[in-house]
């Protein structure tokens, strides 16, 4: 087997190309760099040639095209997407899109299962962007929270959020924190080093590191159209408006995080488990069902911000392997990760358990929660034709998948 991957990364002020060759168990890196945030368009065609010719190749020679994604900063990572897109469509490739953040948390350790690595990466402005990692007993990553956007001032509590639900399983992950946000910030560091934590490197993503992510995007088969590239800016708006400046704001619109709470339900969680279930469901489990379902033997969970339901998750034990029946967020909550968190505090309630294996169903038309799902970890294993009740007396696939827990 042989694969070339070309991999792009110009969200921070150094531009990289990065080629990574694959032949057979051998692998190698060729990589070329330009310090200069403003040069980042005219400098990127020239480095791909370059690091083209070190290794004797050709553009068509290339099996992927990969960039960073971000976040970082507007103009630079537009430059790697923009570029990615215009050779993949010419050359009839597929693209990896790699998120900045994780490149980072990739860079601590290789095949490090029970570390959760939270990068926190200078957003300047005095906010960083925040992410937390964990990787698949297949070498695959995947994000417990997506990228965001915290205030300097939250981060710590974010950090002291994750490491407090982690403390309260049988078998708790390892925190790790890493990025050059604990550099532009020597207090949040100073305080880290008072935590159960351990710290890792402040250096920025490598583009051979976005090239080793983008080959295990190929193998598991997660790439995208190029008509799908997109980067992940994640700060969407740098000032106010003029009718907000007019009302007395100032400066930039600050981010704020709001914690998740995820625990066990109990009985007075039923009504708003259910209430959630009628707005997002077709057929909804009603409360009745929901309390039968626990009696059963059933796990329920809950996530809640300011005491309040977003999110449920409803799972069947059944000795080494557990079946996800339910998992809603409200629509105010969606977007943020939740899911994610609530995922992962599940399966690690059910390894703890002793299950082997987690078995879930999903609409085939439900493209947000196949996506939920692959990027943790599961594998298709099966179809079920016309399960699903549509409107109009209508029907809808079923796809099944089915994780190995580690």
């Keep these: 087997m042989k694969v070339n991957i070309l991999a792009l990364d110009s969200a921070s002020a150094v531009c990289g190309v990065a080629l990574l060759c694959v032949h057979q168990s051998q692998r190698q890196h060729y990589v070329v760099e330009h310090q200069g945030s403003t040069e980042h368009a005219e400098r990127m065609l020239p480095l791909i040639d370059q690091v083209l010719t070190q290794a004797n190749l050709k553009r068509a020679d290339l099996d992927l095209i990969a960039f960073a994604q971000g976040p970082g900063g507007f103009t630079g990572l537009r430059v790697a997407c923009g570029v990615a897109q215009g050779l993949a469509y010419g050359l009839g490739l597929k693209v990896a899109a790699v998120p900045s953040l994780l490149g980072v948390a990739a860079q601590q350790a290789q095949h490090d299962i029970e570390t959760i690595e939270i990068v926190v990466a200078d957003a300047r402005m005095q906010e960083l962007y925040v992410g937390a990692y964990q990787q ?25 959020h994750v490491l407090a639900q982690q403390q309260s399983f049988k078998n708790p992950s390892v925190l790790r924190v890493s990025g050059d946000g604990l550099v532009a910030f020597p207090d949040l560091l100073a305080s880290l080093q008072a935590l159960p934590v351990h710290l890792g490197g402040t250096e920025l993503p490598k583009a051979t590191t976005i090239a080793d992510l983008a080959w295990l995007q190929y193998q598991h088969q997660q790439l995208i159209e190029p008509a799908l590239a997109a980067p992940l800016y994640v700060r969407n708006r740098v000032a106010f408006t003029t009718a907000e400046r007019e009302t007395g704001l100032g400066g930039n619109p600050s981010s704020t995080w709001q ?42 969970w809950v996530a809640s911000q300011a005491d309040k339901v977003v999110a449920y998750a409803v799972m069947m034990p059944a ?40 078995h879930l169903e999903v609409r085939a038309s439900n493209q947000p929660a196949i996506a939920l799902y692959e990027g943790a970890g599961y594998v298709q294993v099966g179809v079920r ?22």
């Excluded at 965001?148 to 950090?159: D, G, N, P, R």
């Excluded at 029907?395 to 099944?400: F, G, M, N």
């Design 319 to 358: 000795q080494e392997d557990w079946e996800l029946l339910l998992i809603g967020v409200a629509p105010v909550a969606q977007r943020q990760g939740v899911a994610q968190q609530l995922l992962c505090y599940a399966e690690q309630h059910a390894r703890a358990q002793g299950a082997k294996n987690i």
């Design 136 to 160: 698949t007993t297949t070498g695959a990553w995947y994000a417990l929270h997506k990228p965001m956007l915290i205030h300097h001032s939250q981060v710590l509590q974010y950090i002291q």
């Design 385 to 406: 034709k016309n399960y699903y009740a549509l409107p109009e007396q209508q029907r809808e696939d079923a796809v099944l998948y089915t994780k190995i827990l580690a």
């Design 259 to 300: 914690a998740t709470h995820i625990r066990p339900a109990v009985a007075t969680d039923l009504a708003e488990v259910a209430a959630l279930e009628t707005e997002l469901q077709f057929a909804p489990w009603s409360q009745s069902a929901l309390e039968s379902s626990m009696a059963s033997g059933h796990v329920l």
